[in-house]
């Protein structure tokens, strides 16, 4: 079993991805972009997680990859920020690229909105923004043997789970 942790639009903002590392323990951390750096610096804190990122709109001259296919446990991913497949107005092209590339998963960010739906066949899921963006969120997505389960962590949901042990 592997799990990886999803991360976007962290805009210079290390708290929240910090504290998301240290209560998943993820095998892998991905970062779809704006401010993809940040993913550099987390690996410098965390080195035991293996790293995958990608450009943002927000990433200017450095030479980071604005797409990238992967395959963790048996799932093949496309990994993209967004903003060149138009997400903000609709995932038609950001599908039909996931498609060509073979991938059962495409992970996007820039909407700084969480999203996790399939469609066409094709899981199209946005961890939302971890930085500091509107309200909180990161993707977990657990694989074995080719199967996966996806889901969003919002800031909310955390701090009222920690309520309520308290």
Do not use: W
């Amino acid at each position: 079993m592997m799990k990886a942790l999803i991360l976007s639009d962290s805009h210079g903002s290390l708290g929240f991805m910090c504290d998301a590392v240290e209560r998943e323990k993820p095998d892998v951390v991905i970062h779809l972009g704006d401010h993809f750096r940040d993913a550099e610096d987390l690996s410098a804190a965390f080195d035991e997680p293996e790293y995958y990122h990608v450009a943002g709109n927000c990433d200017f001259g450095f030479g980071a990859k604005k797409s990238l296919t992967i395959e963790l446990g048996g799932v093949r991913m496309f990994l993209t920020h967004g903003h060149l497949f138009g997400v903000k107005h609709d995932l038609d092209a950001l599908r039909r690229q996931a498609e060509l590339e073979g991938a059962r998963i495409a992970l996007f960010g820039h909407t700084h909105r969480a999203y996790n739906q399939m469609s066409g066949g094709i899981r199209l899921f946005n961890p939302g923004a971890c930085g500091s963006y509107g309200p909180l969120s990161y993707g977990v997505i657990t694989l074995h043997s080719g199967a996966y389960s996806c889901r969003i962590i919002r800031e909310e949901d955390i701090n009222n789970s920690e309520e309520a042990t308290i």
